[in-house]
């Protein structure tokens, strides 16, 4: 049919009596799994506010705040226990089709319908380290900036956008249309900088740059690694772009970056 209806829309009958579960019930399942549906459907994944995370003992800790995962709202103001985990570097996120205990810890990265939250190190018994909780997804709402460098590239080269608003930076992606020849590689690196200065590179580990070798083919996204350095710009502050390097023989030709951001 070509018009949808919430599932279990109830219906009545004059002078029959109320059944509460097909009646009140399945019918307010309905709209949760409606509204559910459609913010899936419309938002990304992501923390709105609050969801801080803080090591507490043999638990992290995890404020009261609010998330969307799937559709779903979360409200934080839980803990993740690390009792019986063994030792290794944990990330801690929430699970979107676990109803039941959605706020879960495990060694490989999350992936789709779930949402990181924080990383941490586990020693196997008693004491949790390293907490990051830079690395927690930030915003629901897409607002990535898009940059252009036409012709053939060199070092130095840079493009400025300024910040409209607050912002959380998801990572970098890059194209060329011509990636070179002979050697090496296209890197971009991206600086946030306040007004009136060009500020510091939002890569401070040099190797997560997006980049894109001379003898990929043509026409290849090339995306970055976790951005950590400062990924939240700030309205009035201002993105810069910059080529870090080029193909060995200096060909390479039209750059395309995408930045992906979010509002937070």
């Known amino acids: ?45 992501g923390v709105v506010s609050g969801m801080a995370c803080t090591i507490s003992t043999t638990n992290i800790a995890v404020a009261a705040g609010r998330a969307y995962v799937g559709g779903k709202r979360y409200s934080g103001g839980t ?17 979107s089709a676990d109803d039941d205990t959605p706020y879960k810890a495990k060694t490989t990265a999350p992936t789709s319908g779930e949402l990181l939250l924080c990383t941490v190190t586990w020693n196997g018994t008693d004491t949790l380290s390293a907490l990051n909780d830079n690395v927690k997804v930030l915003g629901i709402v897409d607002a990535s900036i898009y940059v252009d460098v036409p012709g053939t590239l060199t070092t130095g080269v840079k493009a400025v956008r300024p910040v409209p608003r607050d912002l959380w930076i998801e990572g970098v ?18 600086h946030l900088g306040a007004d009136g200065a060009k500020g510091d590179s939002i890569f401070t580990t040099q190797g997560n740059r997006p980049t894109v070798a001379h003898d990929t083919a043509d026409y290849t996204i090339g995306v970055s690694g976790e951005p950590d350095g400062d990924r939240k710009p700030d309205a009035g502050e201002h993105l810069v772009v910059e080529i870090d390097a080029v193909d060995g023989g ?4 039209t750059l395309g970056v995408l930045i992906k951001a979010r509002l937070r």
């Open 1 to 45: 049919m070509s018009y949808e209806e919430f599932a279990n829309k109830p219906s009545g009958t004059a002078s029959t009596a109320v059944n509460a579960t097909t009646q009140i019930d399945d019918p307010a399942q309905g709209v949760q799994d409606e509204f559910e549906l459609r913010a899936g459907d419309a938002l990304l994944d």
């Open 79 to 95: 803990n993740v226990s690390f009792v019986g985990k063994s030792a290794d570097d944990y990330y801690v996120y929430i699970d």
């Open 173 to 190: 992606e890059i194209i060329c249309v011509a990636n070179g020849t002979t050697s090496g590689a296209v890197t971009v690196d991206v």
């Open 250 to 253: 200096a060909v390479a030709d």
